[in-house]
């Protein structure tokens, strides 16, 4: 399982060019076996950083959130109490604002690897907390 960084998600249905061919590659695999998903903490994310200016989405943010999440081979991860608590008392230490320890918990709780180009995450991932695919 797939579980994308929101940047990540942003880039793909921007068609912003910004990872590798093989890293591409890999998520279009695991898209084509239903294996990639969006943590709902990525929803909030990108609702967040619409609302802040952060980033300017081609459409309203619940329009484009819909669209985004309805391309084939792609699934939301709900937001859980296992994934809050998770996200609350990750092992080791991790210095993400919230929205990165949910998604580093919903992939440690769905044995997925993270999809990222954040540095602490993929520190995080090279420490062995949470599997990471480099963006």
């Known amino acids: 399982m797939l579980v994308l960084d929101t940047h990540v998600w942003v880039w793909l249905v921007s068609g912003i060019e910004a990872m590798g061919q093989q890293t591409l590659t890999t998520i279009e695999a695991a898209a ?17 950083w619409e609302k802040r200016g952060l980033v300017v ?22 937001m859980t109490s296992e994934i809050a608590v998770e996200a609350v008392n990750l092992p080791g230490s991790f210095k993400g604002d919230q929205a990165d320890r949910m998604i580093v ?18 520190d995080y991932g090279q420490a062995g907390y949470v599997g990471v695919l480099a963006a």
């Open 105 to 122: 918990a919903t992939a440690r709780l769905c044995g997925g690897q993270v999809v990222t180009a954040d540095q602490r995450i993929m």
């Open 57 to 78: 989405l081609a459409k309203p943010c619940a329009h484009w959130v819909a669209d985004a999440v309805s391309a084939p081979g792609l699934s939301v991860q709900p």
């Open 32 to 48: 084509k076996a239903g294996e990639v998903t969006i943590p709902a903490a990525s929803v909030w994310e990108i609702a967040m």
